[in-house]
């Protein structure tokens, strides 16, 4: 049974920083990645990366201020969250598959977290 529990989401001003945490359970390998959905938008992804590779995927809006990474020994992964914008609110969440490699749409994913809220003003 796989789990997965974010946290690190709050409330930023514009040009803040936070780190979201995804720690895993019952969940060994494949691609784990971040997804954001805001009021009334389709839910897009973030970043991923392959688990125990340096194999990444990060989405234009996020190149140069989201970084994911991950500590395998703890099976968390990361994602700090740099010079936030007003349009980067959501909730954002964590989400694991277990075939393929980093793929930024929503519906490959088998596992989802609940879901952290990050508001940007």
């Known amino acids: 049974h796989v789990q997965l529990v974010e946290s690190g989401g709050g409330s930023v001003q514009a040009g803040g920083s936070l780190r979201l945490t995804c720690v895993a359970s019952?969940?060994?390998?494949?691609?784990m990645g971040w997804f954001r959905q805001a009021p009334g938008k389709e839910r897009e992804g973030v970043a991923a990366v392959y688990t125990g590779t340096s194999l990444r995927m990060t989405a234009h809006f996020a190149e140069g201020r989201f970084t994911i990474s991950q500590d395998n020994s703890k099976k968390t992964t990361y994602l700090q969250m740099n010079s936030l914008e007003l349009e980067d609110s959501g909730v954002y969440y964590c989400?694991?598959?277990?075939?393929?490699?980093?793929?930024?749409?929503?519906?490959?994913?088998?596992?989802w977290g609940q879901g952290t809220q990050v508001t940007v003003s």
């Open positions: 019952g969940y060994n390998s494949g691609t």
């Open positions: 989400a694991a598959k277990t075939r393929g490699f980093c793929d930024p749409r929503p519906y490959e994913y088998d596992y």
